[in-house]
């Protein structure tokens, strides 16, 4: 992992050997685009029950957005039966005082999204305040997960819920119980916080993205981190040796004044980034991919260019449509593309090979954190995904809307 700082903003470059795998941009004192994790104070502004949300002023200029689904409630101050049968309005009334976190940053005009349902993650634990919620990552075997299990019950907090993660893995009990203690203190602390007053405001700060993506990703893969800047490289270093000592001589100070190359050019990283903005990605065999972002969806063609193959059309087709569906998933991630995705593979007359294809997109998408389905090839030889959309994707953190032609890419010129 590469950390080039710069006066406007983070740079966070993951490399899987020297290809770039992911690549994040952490905006310098943003206090409105870059808050997700964070808890606010915040009062309901309005509500509006043909669209089952809220908005919620949480103290920045653009108000919060809070949907049904995620409201938390006691039953008892609602009148009626089910929960499921609840209104929106029934729920939460306008000028009500409520304690929430943001899920997803504001991407273009939606605001932020909020959830009642508070959590605080650490490195081996993710506390749920005022929650009976146990929980134990998916991602463990199944004899892990039993050994978590049986000490679970001494390391969760009274009135707390926790869930385990999957950095959880071998850990002891007293470390387990050390992360959840913190946790715990943690939320005392913005209890305490925002006891002080109703008024909408910031009242916990989640970590620096570069810590957080640390905290979410260090483990024994990575071979070193890599950081130019003396002062973050010292507060991530003290929160690996707080969380991970065995790991902390992997963090590497990076002296731009005594390197020959700055960090990036010597990863390839800048070269790399560029080419993650064409449209166009060519494959190894001499095929491309054609990808085109639209307000609605993303759509990816698949072409086999100068891939003529061997044997016969049938098998150059499959080979390049498998070898399209590997690049396919490593450029959803790099360039963090959400919503709903439509990829055009080449058509293919077999049903065998147009499974094996769906599958190896499955498989190869399966190295993604952010949370995808794919479904089966339509009638059309299209595959319809989606990708969660938690940030704005890679292109619109590094650049900025044209002021001449409006981010058409073109300009009219009528003669008039």
């Known amino acids: 992992m590469c950390v080039h700082t710069s006066k406007e903003a983070t740079h966070i470059a993951t490399l899987e050997g020297r290809t770039m795998v992911e690549y994040t941009v952490a905006k310098a004192a943003d ?64 000028g009500q005082t409520v304690i929430c976190q943001v899920t997803k940053n504001a991407i273009g005009a939606k605001g932020a999204r909020l959830t009642q349902e508070v959590s ?7 506390l749920v305040p005022n929650s009976s919620t146990i ?46 203690s ?14 002080k ?7 916990y700060r989640d970590l620096d993205l570069a ?12 071979r070193g981190v890599l950081i130019d800047d003396p002062v973050l490289f010292e507060k991530v270093r003290e929160y690996v040796l707080a969380v991970n000592p065995e790991l902390a001589d992997r963090i590497e100070y990076y002296d731009r004044s005594t390197e020959e190359l700055p960090l990036f050019e010597r990863y390839f990283v800048h070269e790399q980034l560029h080419r993650a903005l064409d449209r166009k990605v060519f494959l190894p065999s001499g095929g491309s991919l054609i990808i085109e972002r639209t307000e609605a969806l993303t759509v990816i063609d698949v072409n086999t260019g100068k891939n003529v193959g061997t044997t016969n059309l049938e098998e150059t087709v499959f080979r390049n449509n498998l070898e399209a569906a590997e690049e396919v998933a490593r450029q959803l991630r790099l360039r963090d593309i959400g919503g709903i995705i439509v990829i055009d593979f080449i058509d293919m007359e077999n049903k065998g090979n147009r499974e094996a294809v769906a599958s190896a997109l499955r498989q190869a998408l399966s190295r993604d954190k952010t949370r995808t389905q794919v479904f089966d090839i339509g009638e059309l030889g299209l595959i319809e995904m989606t990708r969660k959309r938690v940030n704005e994707g890679l292109l619109e953190s590094v650049s900025s809307i044209c002021t001449v032609c409006d981010g058409r890419g073109f300009v009219v010129e009528t003669g008039l």
Not at 120 to 126: D, H, K, N, S, T
Not at 182 to 195: G, H, N, Q, R
Request: glycine fraction near 8%; proline fraction near 4%; hydrophobic fraction near 40%.
């Open 182 to 195: 913190s946790l715990a203190d943690k939320w005392a602390a913005i209890e305490a916080e925002v006891a």
């Open 211 to 222: 810590v957080r993506v640390l905290r979410e990703e260090l483990n024994d893969d990575y």
């Open 31 to 94: 206090e409105t685009n870059q808050i997700d994790g964070n808890i606010y104070v915040g009062r309901i502004q309005n509500v509006l029950p043909g669209m089952e949300l809220a908005f919620v002023d949480i103290g920045i200029p653009k108000n919060a957005v809070l949907y049904r689904g995620d409201i938390s409630f006691d039953m008892d101050d609602v009148e009626g039966a089910s929960s499921n049968d609840k209104r929106i309005e029934q729920m939460i009334r306008s």
């Open 135 to 180: 929980g134990i990552s998916k991602r463990l075997p199944d004899g892990e997960r039993r050994r978590l299990r049986k000490i679970i019950d001494d390391v969760k907090p009274e009135r707390h819920g926790i869930i385990i993660r999957t950095a959880a893995e071998g850990v002891t009990a007293d470390d387990l119980a050390r992360d959840v």
């Open 197 to 203: 007053s109703n008024q909408p405001r910031l009242v």
């Open 120 to 126: 605080l993650p650490g490195r081996f634990a993710v």
